[in-house]
């Protein structure tokens, strides 16, 4: 399986490049529409602000084929702002469109943790990974993409905003930080996004990524 790895201009590529590389995967970096369309399997990473990221993807013409490939049912990854991008929309510096791949909108998170005292933002830290709570809470990950975690094994966040799908189905994990729930995963059809690092997350983060790919293990 060929791994398509995004280019946009925002992107923390090597570590991603490497984490993939870890289990042999054959990997394509690019910032051409052309490859996308032809990709197998599609990887969308990101650090950065929102409006620069979906301005990345528009000059170089990728929106269209991203969203293309997500409907006939290519699996694609967004990672961390990667992740942020394939919702509707996001209030970070105004209100700026997403891809619309998974429904739901991006949101600060609250400068006050759910006792009303301040807390850190952004969001700095590893954070054990729990199953939505519509999920069965021992066995939600199961099918997906995270099902060899563990509930409460630990993923490093960086984040100042938080994904808010619109409906409980999209959500798959969930982390919590100052007394909150925080979306941590969310899926719709062939499309999984991850606000953690997976790349920077260790052997949880690896596995992750093994999985959705379907590699061998190493």
Known sequence: MKVTIIDYGLSNLLSVQHAFAHFGAA?????????VLAAQLLVLPGVGA???GMAGLERLGLSEPIRQKA????PLLGICLGMQMLFDESEEFGVHKGLGLIPGRVVRI????ADGNPQRVPHISWQGLIPANHRDQETG???TALEGVKPGQECYFIH???AKPAAPEYRLADTV????RICAAAMCGSVLGVQFHPEKSGPVGLEILRAFAKLPKS
């Open 27 to 35: 990997i394509c970096l690019t910032n051409r529409p052309e490859d």
């Open 110 to 113: 609250p400068d006050k943790d």
């Open 177 to 180: 930080y100052g007394g909150r």
């Open 141 to 143: 990950f199961a099918g």
């Open 160 to 162: 100042s905003y938080e």
């Open 71 to 74: 409907g006939e049912g290519t």
């Open 50 to 52: 929102f409006r620069d």
